[in-house]
Each structure stands twice: as structure tokens, then as C-alpha cells.
């Protein structure tokens, strides 16, 4: 979002320039926003609806804009739910191990591939780039023999080595666009007042690339959090995340709509949470990466 | 900074480079292999050569899978593209121009969130989502939302619409990413020439073609490629939204469908790594064609 934000002014007729733009082309810019806004978040609004009403209202036959007896019982009824809070934990254990270890071999490798020229430097680059073009689902059958051979299927170990390397490539590649942003100035200089290489990385480089760190693992946290494929097959129910229950509870619940959407909603939150931090995130990233002198 | 670099390099990239030997390198060699067996998932190991190919060759499912992604290829990168580039177009430049400023629509903020919301949801709850709304009976959303005198409409269930659902909420969902990316990529054209050109007396329409697209095209390259793979895929949504996955009666079966149902259900392990293998050298020469076929001459901003 690094739109270049222009400033608030007055709406000042100065009768500078309004060449070729009519009233009326304004006018219908606008609408053509909020119709369309209305039409990408009528579904979200359809869930959070659904979510609050009484079983009753949700199945009746001409359905209401609005609960009329708005109740968090379909709220109560997801946590209570088998399975619910086991399988929340599981995602969270798997995402926060995922997330960590991607940042760890992350940061490591994009230093590798931003500070030092080496011969194959370029077929890494290469490789982290068409990993993400190639259809992960190909990869399905050898990767649960792979794991099963390793007793790693039914794990949360596995499913996590799994996401991480998933999430690795964006890690990789936009870290790598972060510390090739420090100058190498900076590097040198500390190395003449006595420091080794390797605290140059600890001290000067991973501190600055923080912003980087932060925005890569909120992007991690999503992809890993809204992953079902992978875990759904590896997994048994018990050791699966929220994704999977939502889907496993589709099907086996019927028409318990309410519940569903309401768990819907949990599931969604801690993602929506972590899209606001990384609003702030990347603008005070974007003003921090300025190395001063 | 040249003495003694290769223990660094050595160390930092051991780790990746030996997950992506594991986890891609070594897991596609065996997709290759086992495309290659009449191996049903577990038990013996039995090679038949290129038999599963000609089985594919004359599989009905898989052409009308193939017809699918076709369709989504086509269809989900320019209709998302389009109106995409329209919004980001809209929020950046098309309010107007006054006191020797470009802007976006009132608003444009508040937009640009609403667009972006879809992206976060999990694309398992999209699909939970658009069961609602593609709800065949009066419950569903939009059948509710027509007069009662209507008979519901099938939607899903209809073999004729099925496709044209998965490609609407593909488009939902993507849609405000590519507003992001397309309005990030438009932030960095100087306003300047927009102005010069507004002072020229260039309409809204007239910038939009003669400026905004020419000088995002690389990005606007990019959005294909991402959305081409997306097409590819649409595993997610077709598996959890369509009736008997994939039905009713194949109508909406696709290419990753195929892949995971012959695995995973029908127990034809062999058979569905050679769909594997199909859908590798697709998606490669999708991305290798789109690259090749738009590239032009970059536009000097």
C-alpha cells in the first residue's frame, strides 16, 4: 500500500485545472465504488448475520437483513464444540513453529544470497523463484511417503517442516529485498572498528532488517494459519488445524449453519488481527528502513 | 569482506538448499516415477510404462478437466485483471484533479480496505461462504435474495453454472490483491505525467489507456502469470464448494481435483502422479509462454 497518499486539501474551487473531468465522471467513479464495494462485502456480512441469529431466524423461509433476537449462542456452541479448542491449539502450535523456523533459515540464506557473490548464487535465486510457480498439489503423494517413512504423518512436527518450507520462497526473496537495502557501508565500517563478520550479521544487519522480519512473518502467519490442504491429509482430526474443523463440520453438522459461521468467524480473527498490525507495521517500516547517517 | 566468506555461505544456505532437495526436487523426481507404476497407494510397486498416459489420453473426466482450467485460465486472469486495474485506476487518479492534484475517488481508503478483506479469509471459509450464497434452496443467499415467486436456482447443482460459480468467487477473492499490487505499482508513475497530460486534455479514459497500462504492464505480466497458476489449481474451492467434488456429473472437475481424488479416494496413486506430471509441464509453459508472449518494449517512465 504504498500509495503515494496525497495530502488533504481544501476543496478549494481555485479554478486551477479540472481539464477533462467532468462532475458527472466523478459521480459515476464513486458509484461504480460503492456498488461494488457492496458486492464484495455482502458475503462477509451474510456470515457475521448469520452468525448472531437464533437456529430459528437462520432457517427461515424469507430471511431477515438483520437478527432480531441477536444471541452469541452459536459463539458458545463452536467453543464447546469436539474438537474445537484441540484443534486451535494445533494450529497455533503449527504456524508459530513454521513461522519461526522460516525466519531463522530465512534471514540466513537471504543474507547468504544478499551479501556474498558465490558461484551458484544465481540457480538459488532461480530455484526460489520457480518453486512458487510449481502446483504443490502434484507433491501431495511423494510428500506423505516422504513423511510416513520418517514417521512424521499424524504429526505436528511434520505438518510444520511442511509449512515452512511452503513459506520459505516469499521469506527468502523479500528479506533478501531488505538487507540488500542496508548499504554495505554500513558493514564495512564496522568491520574496521574490530568486529567479526559474524557480529556484523547479529548486530548491524538483523536489527535493521526488523521491519522485513516483522512483514515476512505476518505473511507466513496467514498463509500457515489458512492451510487445510496439506494438514487435512496428513492428519487425523485430532491433530488438525481450524480450517479443517470448519470443513469437517460443514459437511458432518448439516445445517447448523449459525455454528459454523460463527466458528467461521473465530478462525478468521486472528488473521484480520495481524492484517491491521501489518499496516502499521509496513508504514513505520517504510520511514524506519532510511538508515540515518 | 572476500576472506574466509564459504563457511558463511556454506552454513546459512545448508538448510534451505537441502529442504528443497527433500521437499521439491526429490519429492517431483518421484511423482515422475511413480507416474510411471500402477501403484495404488500402498503395497507393491508395479511398472507399466507410459500406460497411465494413454489411459489419460482417453479419459473423458480428464479433457473436461482440462476444459475447466482452460476456462479459469482464460477467464479468471482478464476479467480479475480488468477490473482491478478499473479500481486501482479509480482510487488513485480517478477523483478528479484539483488545486494541482491527482487523487482518487472520495474514499479511496476506505476502499482499498473493503477490496483487500476477501484476501484474509481462508479460502476454506470463502468456500464455506459461497455454499451460502449458491445455496440452491430459499435458505441460500441469493435465492433468498430474489422474489419469493422464483423457483430457486441450482447454482452448483446446475452442471451448465457450476464452472461459472468457482470462477466468480475466484475472482472475489483475488480481486483486491490485485488492486493492492496494481495501485502500489501506480503510486510510483510521477504524477507529473498525468498532469501534463490532464493539461494536454486527456479524458479519464484517455490516461487509463495511454498512460496507467502501458506503464504498468510489467506488473500488470505478473498479476497473469499469478492468477494463471491460481487457475491451475482452484483445488481448494472446487473440492469443498461443488456437488460429489467435482460434480454434478464432472461439470466442474478440474486438473488438482483429479490429482488428489485418484490419490487420496479412488486409490490410483500411479495414475494420479501422472496428472501430476501433466499439470507440471502445464503450469511451466503457461508461465514460460506468458512471459514470452507479452513481453514488449518497457516504457521509459
Known amino acids: 500500500m504504498v500509495v503515494a ?29 460503492v456498488i461494488f464495494s457492496v458486492l464484495m462485502l455482502f458475503p462477509v456480512y451474510w456470515v457475521l448475520n448469520t452468525a448472531f441469529k437464533p437456529a430459528d431466524e437462520v432457517l427461515a423461509l424469507t430471511p431477515t437483513f438483520w437478527p432480531e433476537h441477536p444471541t452469541f449462542a452459536n459463539f458458545t456452541s463452536a467453543f464447546k464444540a469436539p474438537l474445537f479448542l484441540q484443534d486451535m491449539l494445533n494450529g497455533l502450535i503449527v504456524t508459530v513453529l513454521a513461522v519461526a523456523g522460516a525466519l531463522v533459515v530465512g534471514f540466513l540464506a537471504a543474507l547468504a544470497i544478499a551479501r556474498f557473490s558465490f558461484y551458484g548464487r544465481k540457480a538459488i535465486i532461480l530455484v526460489v523463484l520457480a518453486v512458487q510457480l510449481v502446483p504443490f498439489l502434484a507433491l501431495l503423494i511423494p510428500l506423505f511417503l516422504m513423511l510416513q517413512t520418517a514417521s512424521l504423518t499424524n504429526s505436528l512436527i511434520g505438518v510444520s517442516i511442511t509449512y515452512l518450507v511452503l513459506i520459505l520462497p516469499y521469506t527468502v526473496w523479500t528479506l533478501r529485498g531488505f538487507i540488500s537495502g542496508i548499504p554495505r557501508e554500513l558493514d564495512e565500517a564496522a568491520l574496521i572498528d574490530g568486529c567479526t563478520r559474524a557480529q556484523v550479521f547479529w548486530r548491524i544487519i538483523l536489527p535493521l532488517t526488523g521491519p522485513g522480519l516483522v512483514a515476512t512473518s505476518v ?57 491491521l498490525l501489518i499496516q502499521r507495521n509496513i508504514a513505520t517500516g517504510l520511514t524506519a528502513g532510511a538508515v540515518k547517517g | 569482506m572476500r576472506h574466509g566468506k564459504y563457511p558463511f555461505i556454506i552454513g546459512f544456505l545448508v538448510v534451505p538448499v537441502a529442504l528443497y532437495a527433500t521437499f521439491v526436487v ?22 507399466i510404462g507410459f500406460d497411465n498416459f494413454v489411459k489419460l489420453w482417453h479419459d473423458d473426466v480428464f479433457w473436461k478437466s482440462i476444459k475447466h482450467n482452460l476456462f479459469l485460465l482464460i477467464l479468471l486472469p482478464i476479467i480479475t485483471i480488468v477490473i482491478a486495474l ?26 482499498r480496505i473493503i477490496f483487500f478483506f476477501p484476501q484474509l479469509l481462508a479460502l476454506a471459509i470463502v468456500a464455506v461462504i459461497f455454499g451460502r450464497v449458491f445455496g440452491p434452496d430459499k435458505s441460500g443467499m441469493l435465492n433468498g435474495l430474489f422474489p419469493a415467486s422464483w423457483k430457486p436456482w441450482l447454482f452448483l447443482a446446475d452442471e451448465r453454472y457450476a464452472m461459472a460459480c468457482i470462477l466468480i468467487v475466484l475472482i472475489w477473492q483475488a480481486v483486491g490483491f490485485y488492486v493492492v499490487l496494481f495501485s502500489a505499482g501506480m503510486g510510483s508513475i510521477s504524477t507529473d505525467i498525468y498532469e501534463a497530460a490532464a493539461l494536454d486534455g486527456a479524458t479519464r479514459i484517455t490516461l487509463f489507456f495511454r498512460i496507467t497500462v502501458p506503464l504498468l504492464w510489467s506488473t500488470i505480466q505478473v498479476a497473469w502469470v499469478y492468477l494463471g497458476i491460481a487457475a491451475f489449481d482452484a483445488f481448494a474451492l472446487v473440492n469443498i464448494m461443488t456437488v460429489d467434488r467435482g460434480g454434478p456429473n464432472g461439470a466442474s472437475s478440474v486438473l488438482s481435483l483429479m490429482i488428489y481424488r485418484n490419490a487420496f479416494d479412488f486409490s490410483q496413486a500411479g495414475y494420479a502422479c501422472a496428472l501430476g506430471v501433466v499439470l507440471f509441464f502445464l503450469t511451466l509453459t503457461f508461465a514460460a509462454l506468458t512471459l514470452r508472449v507479452t513481453r514488449r518494449e518497457s516504457v521509459e517512465a
Do not use: C
Not at chain 2, 86 to 102: D, E, I, M, P, R
Open chain 1, 5 to 33: 497518499a496525497s495530502p488533504r486539501r481544501k476543496r478549494v474551487d481555485d479554478g486551477v485545472v479540472t481539464v477533462g473531468r467532468s462532475k458527472a465522471g466523478t459521480v459515476v467513479a464513486n458509484a461504480i465504488g
Open chain 1, 219 to 275: 505473511y507466513g502467519f496467514i498463509q500457515a494459519w489458512n492451510e487445510f490442504i496439506i494438514i487435512n491429509t496428513l492428519n487425523s482430526p485430532a491433530k488438525q488445524n481450524l480450517m479443517a474443523w470448519l470443513l469437517q463440520n460443514q459437511t458432518t453438522r448439516g445445517t447448523a449453519w449459525g455454528p459454523l459461521m460463527a466458528g467461521a468467524i473465530i478462525t478468521s480473527i486472528p488473521v484480520v488481527v495481524f492484517f
Open chain 2, 26 to 47: 526429490a519429492a517431483y523426481l518421484q511423482t515422475f516415477q511413480l507416474s510411471l507404476t500402477s501403484w495404488s497407494g500402498l503395497g507393491k510397486i508395479d511398472y
Open chain 2, 86 to 111: 478499473v479500481f486501482a485506476f479509480l482510487l488513485n487518479v480517478g477523483g478528479g484533479h484539483k488545486g494541482g492534484q491527482t487523487r482518487g475517488v472520495w474514499g479511496s481508503k476506505v476502499y
